[in-house]
């Protein structure tokens, strides 16, 4: 037996052991002598075999399915975070969106991830940053973010929206560049999010019925995430500017947290540093005019040019 083989049987005897049959919905016995679960309870609510899930516990078994790691983690109510580490005990690695069916774990609801990264946005003044969840709609933009990003995005916006739109606008020069945007979007979209999801349903029944880009790579089926890349973005007065770009998830709560940044001293920070510097003068002389707009107010009254 490895050791991999024996952590894995090891946690899955420690959590079963955690569990009360009260935990899990079963009848208390008073006859009963094991401390937790018994092992037949446990592979009956996961719907495996008893003898199956006995292999499991004494490393006998190394190979267990997705399917049956996900359904041993809801039958020992597993939440995210444990499941995650299940998985990595059995040397694999959770499908993409899984975890978003397990118990969230303490302070990690979706709300508290979007809490948190809202503050952080905020605070978060050397480049521009925004957050978006799986369906792609946008959930928090810091301010730096609204002056940068060329489809005055928002929260309650959807960026693959946007992008659509922004193609159907582009005159014949840029058409390629944003349909090109579009494929990269939709490809995203599908990756990320849950095909029964109703709010993916409708967005998907809308831009098709608006782009005929949009129709052909989703019923092409693409999918596949965007994590990092070049975008050229247009900043008055320096013109279009490659920027490079990383998304990262937010652990827990089925986010993506995209920001925008260029190399030291390169064209990129300089542009990023003169909107850095643009925002705090329009503040400034907001706060003398007796007035503090919002961020947004201070875009839509001189917005920037769009690629």
Known sequence: MSDSHAALGAYLRARRDALTPEDAGLRADARRRVRG???QEVAGMAGISPDYYL???????????PQVLLALG???????DATVYLFRLAGQTVPPGRTDQCPPARGDSAEDVLDSVTVLLDQWTVAPAYVVDRNQDVLAVNPLGRAFIPLSLRPGANMVEAIVDAALAAGDDRRDYWER????????????????DPRLQLLVAALSSRSRAFREVWASHEARPQRRGVALVQVEPFGYIPFRWQTFEVPGGGQYLTTFFGDPASPAAAAIAYLQAKLGVDRALAAADGDDPTPEELIEEDPLPRP
Do not use: F
């Not at 809801?74 to 995210?80: F, H, I």
């Open 55 to 65: 292999r499991l516990e004494q490393g006998r078994d190394h190979q267990p399915s």
């Open 181 to 196: 945007a579009v494929r990269a979007a939709v490809a995203s979209l599908r990756y990320h999010a849950e095909p029964d």
């Open 37 to 39: 679960l018994r092992r």
């Open 74 to 80: 809801r039958a020992l109510q597993l939440d995210a």
